[in-house]
């Protein structure tokens, strides 16, 4: 039977908005004895806070987050192909024209590295499709559909916490049933998923170090300086270095291998390089260009990198674009499913539409330009403010897309031994993990895993790591 809007709202526990401090007591220590942290903010020594999370999983239609994880393989796909595909990838992203330095600039080194024929021996995706559930109110009988936020393809966080905290849920409904929490209804151990994406993304990444064929060389986890979110990457294993220390530490050698000091790097897996702030000076784009033009695979290479823009997200969501790359009429259809509206806000026609609408009814919409990070996005009544301070060269730079109805449901959140008890939405995201030899034979394409992010439901932003959200699990209704 199709489940409802009405059916999946209706079904969901409620939690009561205040707890015992038994119960905080018990979750943060189990925190602290998990690994289940991040740095203190501003501290030069070893100092910890517990991650932020919500006590409590939150509500996931088990229909559609079966159905995403059995996408994910599908999007791993398509999203190789669009890489693949040099001309429409060069195409759409020269239609940005100059408004977005830092997407051309990436552009131009793609195209730099393509030109000098560099070979790789490998290419390592690690993967993050992101979907909201839409169930709007107002439409009863309506079935709840998770709809995709983004697909992004470079440095996906928090696979090694989100796992942590699916065994923190676990461990509490264990130890407490959730007494104190459960307002009504139950919570079941059917109902929380398992999550292998602490082990499947050091997975993938070992399969493309076999591709390298040099089982003395090192992986290298190219970071930001001052990393708050680093117990989340410490689960991996490697070399960690900034694009800086790759300049001062790393040479290319013989046969185009790079080598720090007398240890080949085989893998540099980017934690960072996804925004213009990790670059502030040359030096840094300098560093970069070291990985790109040596035998090193780098994670992402250059053209998935850029297949991960929003823009290339918005012309997928054209007729017959996904076409282009799935061949199978029945999966491209629901890979379309995923979609809501996408709009260019150009000079073309459509942009102007887009512009239009976006003016008349700006709460109906989100901008958002081509970066990755969270807190870049606007919303409401601040898009027509937006909008009106924008050249029509800068406005090439963003896409419109509908905003997606999530539910509220109340949780209560627990930042740094603290309660918040809020309304909240949740985001799920689905780990991809990809791996293809030098030739392009496909070696690994599988789902990896989940996150599910939770926030209040009157801040629009989703990021963990950007003070945006907490860490959960899912509640499979």
């Not at 064929?213 to 300086?225: D, R, W």
Request: net charge negative.
């Amino acid at each position: 039977m199709t489940q409802t809007n009405t059916g999946f709202l209706s079904a969901r526990p409620q939690y009561t908005q205040r707890v015992s401090q038994l119960l905080v007591d018990e979750a943060v220590d189990w925190e602290a004895t998990h690994g289940l942290l991040l740095r203190a903010p501003k501290t030069d020594g070893l100092g910890f806070v517990p991650a932020p999370v919500a006590l409590g999983p939150s509500p996931i239609p088990r229909r559609e987050f079966d159905k995403v994880v059995m996408l994910q393989p599908v999007f791993n796909l398509l999203f190789d192909r669009v890489s693949r595909d040099h001309e429409f990838l060069t195409s759409t992203l020269e239609s940005l024209g100059s408004s977005d330095e830092f997407t051309l600039r990436t552009l131009a080194m793609y195209t730099r590295q393509r030109l000098l024929g560099v070979w790789k021996p490998g290419v390592i995706g690690i993967h993050r499709s992101d979907y909201l559930i839409h169930a709007p109110g107002d439409e009863p009988k309506a079935s709840p559909l998770a709809k995709q936020v983004e697909f992004n393809t470079i440095a996906s966080s928090f696979a090694s916490l989100s796992s942590i905290v699916g065994d923190f849920h676990r461990f509490m409904l264990a130890k407490t049933e959730y007494k104190d929490l459960l307002q009504s209804g139950t919570i079941t151990k059917e109902q929380l998923p398992t999550n292998e994406s602490l082990t499947s993304i050091g997975d993938g990444i070992a399969a493309g170090f076999e591709l390298y064929g040099n089982p003395g060389a090192v992986v290298a986890m190219v970071v930001q300086p001052n990393e708050r979110n680093i117990y989340d990457q410490r689960w991996i294993h490697v070399v960690r270095l900034t694009f800086g220390d790759i300049v001062d530490r790393c040479v290319i050698g013989k046969d185009n291998r790079l080598f720090m000091g007398d240890k080949e790097i085989a893998v540099a897996y980017y934690r960072s390089g996804y925004a213009p702030t990790d670059f502030p000076s040359e030096k840094e784009w300098d560093g970069r260009w070291l990985v790109e033009s040596s035998r090193t695979i780098p994670v992402p290479n250059l053209a998935y990198h850029l297949a991960g823009c929003k823009k290339i997200q918005q012309v997928l969501a054209q007729p017959g674009a996904v076409e282009r790359f799935i061949d199978d009429e029945q999966t491209a259809e629901l890979v379309r499913e995923c979609f809501v509206g996408l709009y260019p806000l150009d000079n073309s026609s459509e942009g102007q539409k887009a512009y239009d609408l976006a003016m008349a009814n700006p709460s109906n919409y989100v901008v958002k330009p081509q970066r990755e990070g969270g807190g870049y996005n606007t919303y409401g009544d601040d898009i027509p403010k937006l909008l009106s301070s924008l050249s029509n060269e800068e406005r090439k730079g963003y896409i419109l897309m509908d905003l997606i109805r999530a539910p509220g449901f109340n949780n209560i959140l627990l930042r740094n031994g603290q309660l918040v008890a809020s309304e909240v939405v949740s985001e799920l995201g689905i780990y991809g993990v990809w791996v293809s030899d030098g030739d392009g034979n496909i070696v690994i394409n599988r789902s990896g895993g989940h996150l599910l992010r939770t926030k209040a439901s009157d801040v629009y932003e989703g990021g963990v790591a950007a003070g945006f959200a907490v860490i959960d699990s899912p509640l499979l209704i």
